[in-house]
C-alpha cells in the first residue's frame, strides 16, 4: 500500500481547503480509507475515515458539518473537503489505510502516506 497525501496549506478562518491521498494498493476490496492529523505536542487525532465501497463514513464530532470525506474511484484518490476552517484545524494532515471495519483508532490503521501541513491562521 502507497499512498500520497497532498493539498495543505496556509488559509484563513472560515476559508476552504480539498486534501487528496492518492491510493496504490493490490486490492480496494474492503479498503477503509482515512484521514487523520498531528498538532505539534498532540498525539496523531481521527478526523474522517470511509470504506472504500462508499458505504460507511465517520467523522469526530468537531468536524461534522464542515469536513466532507470522499473517493473517486477511476482516480484511485480519497478527498477530504474542509470548509469553514478554524485556527483549531492546524495540524499535519495524514492519510491512513487498512483493511476491515471504518475505526476511529489511529492504531488500527497500519499504512500511512506523508503528512501535508494545515495552517490556518485568525
Known amino acids: 500500500v502507497q499512498l500520497q497525501a497532498s493539498g495543505g496549506g496556509l488559509v484563513q478562518t472560515g476559508d476552504s481547503l480539498r486534501l487528496s491521498c492518492a491510493a496504490s494498493?493490490?486490492?480496494?476490496?474492503?479498503?477503509?480509507m482515512g484521514w487523520f492529523r498531528q498538532a505539534p505536542g498532540k498525539e496523531r487525532e481521527f478526523v474522517a475515515a470511509?470504506?472504500?465501497?462508499?458505504?460507511?463514513?465517520s467523522y469526530r464530532d468537531s468536524v461534522k458539518g464542515r469536513f466532507t470525506i470522499s473517493r473517486d474511484t477511476a482516480k484511485n484518490t480519497v478527498y477530504l473537503q474542509m470548509n469553514s476552517l478554524k485556527p483549531e484545524d492546524t495540524a499535519v494532515y495524514y492519510c491512513?489505510?487498512?483493511?476491515?471495519?471504518?475505526?476511529?483508532?489511529?492504531?488500527?490503521?497500519?499504512?500511512w502516506g506523508q503528512g501535508t501541513q494545515v495552517t490556518v491562521s485568525s
Open positions: 491512513g489505510a487498512r483493511y476491515g471495519r471504518v475505526l476511529q483508532y489511529t492504531r488500527y490503521y497500519s499504512h
Open positions: 494498493v493490490r486490492t480496494y476490496g474492503g479498503l477503509v
Open positions: 470511509m470504506a472504500w465501497s462508499g458505504t460507511n463514513t
